[in-house]
Nanobody, 114 residues
Framework: QVQLVESGGGLVQAGGSLRLSCAAS????????MGWFRQAPGKQREWVAS???????NYADSVKGRFTISRDNAKNTMYLQMNSLKPEDTAVYSC????????WGQGTQVTVSS
């Protein structure tokens, strides 16, 4: 069983920054792909960013150039640095890993005020 715990969400003004963390209960060294998703009220969950074990990253167009995904295998933690936040970034952010099946964290709320 894999447990994922997100932290770092909160309320921030537009243009501000937050850094989200996702701590895993298992070693992430060999996990091929990890990612962040978000779900805004009344909308479907959407993919935000992914990082592979080799360090390559991919981003949704809506966050490209503003968000940075990273991972620290020694700490079994993945991060999402969010800069230049916009009100439309308001959502519950969840981390995801696939180890024979999908695992999700409980999510952390990010609210960006205008």
């Amino acid at each position: 069983q894999v447990q994922l715990v997100e932290s770092g969400g909160g309320l921030v003004q537009a243009g501000g920054s937050l850094r989200l963390s996702c701590a895993a209960s298992v070693s992430i060294f060999s996990i091929n792909n990890m990612g962040w998703f978000r779900q805004a009220p009344g909308k479907q969950r959407e993919w935000v960013a992914s990082i592979r074990d080799g360090g390559s990253t991919n981003y949704a167009d809506s966050v490209k150039g503003r968000f940075t995904i990273s991972r620290d295998n020694a700490k079994n933690t993945m991060y999402l640095q969010m800069n230049s936040l916009k009100p439309e970034d308001t959502a519950v952010y969840s981390c995801n890993v696939f180890i024979f099946r999908n695992y999700w964290g409980q999510g952390t709320q990010v609210t960006v005020s205008s």
